[in-house]
T-cell receptor
Framework: GAVVSQHPSRVICKSGTSVKIECRSL??????MFWYRQFPKQSLMLMAT?????????EQGVEKDKFLINHASLTLSTLTVTSAHPEDSSFYIC??????????????FGPGTRLTVT | AQKVTQAQTEISVVEKEDVTLDCVYE???????LFWYKQPPSGELVFLIR??????QNEISGRYSWNFQKSTSSFNFTITASQVVDSAVYFC????????????FGTGTRLQVFP
């Protein structure tokens, strides 16, 4: 149980286009989903926290107009990178917190999406 | 502010050696969780352990063991008799309870196990 999927796993796009990445909790409902970015050989940096039905909370320095997050249902959150540029090329990872996790603060991670902007 | 430090950027060992990955954390909060994750070359994070700040008991799971010491704010991870399949990047992370539940990751330690 507790499987999180991401789609696509890899995407290559041209500079200036927009890319949407989906994060789905397959066998549980997630009240909260998190989006991380990881540059090569670096750590994971939290970009934003999204709660179902409300606006995402972005970390300092993350442009909310560039990285649009939608958490439309308890099993799906999307990250749209708008007007992508080569510097947005990175590994994007989502995680989901089950609705039933209570105070254990469990998070389950997706397999990641590698974005390359040419 | 919370912070996680993994001073070892890269470690290389030969198979069957024991290896310890260090993790030092900073937080003023008394209630928190500590985690270790493994990230193999495929990129997917693999959960290894979660430890509550109130539970200082060491834990052993097969070849893996963890040493949690609040006095030194450390949560070190030891792999006994390392294997080539242990080669990966290992991340230590901190989550402060009551402060949303976001994870603060260390910079990771790349472990290479040679045959």
């Amino acid at each position: 149980g507790a499987v999180v999927s991401q789609h696509p796993s890899r995407v290559i796009c041209k500079s200036g286009t927009s890319v949407k990445i989906e994060c789905r909790s397959l066998d549980f409902q997630a009240t909260t989903m998190f989006w991380y970015r990881q540059f090569p050989k670096q750590s994971l940096m939290l970009m934003a926290t999204s709660n179902e039905g409300s606006k995402a909370t972005y970390e300092q320095g993350v442009e909310k107009d560039k990285f649009l997050i939608n958490h439309a249902s308890l099993t799906l959150s999307t990250l749209t990178v708008t007007s992508a540029h080569p510097e947005d090329s990175s590994f994007y990872i989502c995680s989901a917190r089950p609705r039933t996790s209570g105070t254990t603060y469990e998070q389950y991670f997706g397999p990641g999406t590698r974005l390359t902007v040419t | 502010a919370q912070k996680v430090t993994q001073a070892q950027t890269e470690i290389s060992v030969v198979e069957k050696e024991d290896v310890t990955l260090d993790c030092v954390y900073e937080t003023r909060d008394t209630t928190y969780y500590l985690f270790w994750y493994k990230q193999p070359p495929s990129g997917e994070l693999v959960f290894l352990i979660r430890r509550n700040s109130f539970d200082e008991q060491n834990e052993i799971s097969g070849r893996y063991s963890w040493n949690f010491q609040k006095s030194t704010s450390s949560f070190n991870f030891t792999i006994t008799a390392s294997q080539v399949v242990d080669s990966a990047v290992y991340f230590c992370a901190l989550s402060v309870i009551g402060n949303t539940d976001k994870l603060i990751f260390g910079t990771g330690t790349r472990l290479q196990v040679f045959p």
